[in-house]
């Protein structure tokens, strides 16, 4: 769809004309992400992306959505060009229906996906059962998974496309934080307890600013405002 209707003049007339369009990134909020896919399968029976949801101007409410669309009419298939026309129309005409649609659907919706408030005495509980060591064997372990796919000459983790994902950097940085105020008290290092080469906090420290320094040194760096674009 990036290049059947996303690139295309004509799509983008009718969306500026018509809606107000936001493009949420999946990987930055996987929250958002899954109340709309839980709809989309539920309304079409399937999900996966691009994944386009219309929602009610006012309180947000989705009232239809979909995956995938062609540029153009075909194979039995309404093209997103259609699709966008006829919503339109629907809106204009129909605007009543689709709102009660909508209250109805995200009734539903939220029967489905939420779950009981824990009380704070639960959460505090909760929290108390975790076993310290437990937390400290989860980070290391995330860590060094994560070094495994360590790129050490242009930084970052696994192969290209290279997303930036903050929480990786984030994990590395506690994991490092963590083996730095245990190292002085024989707590071994990150790895050790696989049997595997060890990886200092310095290690786990220079791999998150290397990478840090690559993608600053690179088109995705906002020379004017500081911080990262999601792409180049």
């Not at 990786?168 to 790895?191: D, H, S, Y």
Request: net charge neutral; with cysteine.
């Amino acid at each position: 769809m990036e290049h059947e209707s996303f690139e295309s003049e004509e799509t983008a007339a009718i969306m500026n004309k018509h809606f107000i369009n936001i493009k949420v990134d999946r990987e930055e909020r996987p929250d958002v992400d899954r109340v709309y896919m839980t709809f989309v399968q539920a309304l079409t029976g399937g999900g996966g992306w691009p994944m386009s949801v219309w929602l009610t101007p006012g309180e947000l409410k989705p009232f239809y959505g979909g995956t995938y669309y062609p540029g153009v009419d075909q194979y039995g298939m309404p093209s997103f060009p259609t699709i966008l026309r006829r919503i339109a129309q629907l809106w204009s005409t129909k605007r009543e229906d689709l709102e009660e649609q909508a209250s109805t659907i995200m009734g539903q919706l939220e029967e489905f996906t939420s779950s009981p408030p824990a009380s704070p005495g639960t959460a505090a509980a909760a929290a108390a059962a975790v076993d310290p060591k437990q937390l400290l064997a989860a980070v290391r372990g995330c860590a060094k998974s994560l070094m495994k796919g360590y790129d050490p000459k242009l930084g970052g983790f696994g192969g290209p496309p290279k997303f930036p994902r903050p929480s990786e950097i984030n994990l590395l940085l506690r994991a490092a934080t963590e083996q730095a105020a245990i190292g002085g008290k024989g707590g071994g290092k990150v790895g050790s307890m696989a049997g595997s080469k060890a990886l200092s906090a310095q290690q786990l420290l220079q791999a998150s600013l290397h990478s840090l320094q690559v993608m600053a040194a690179g088109g995705m760096y906002d020379q004017l405002g500081g911080g990262f674009h999601r792409y180049r």
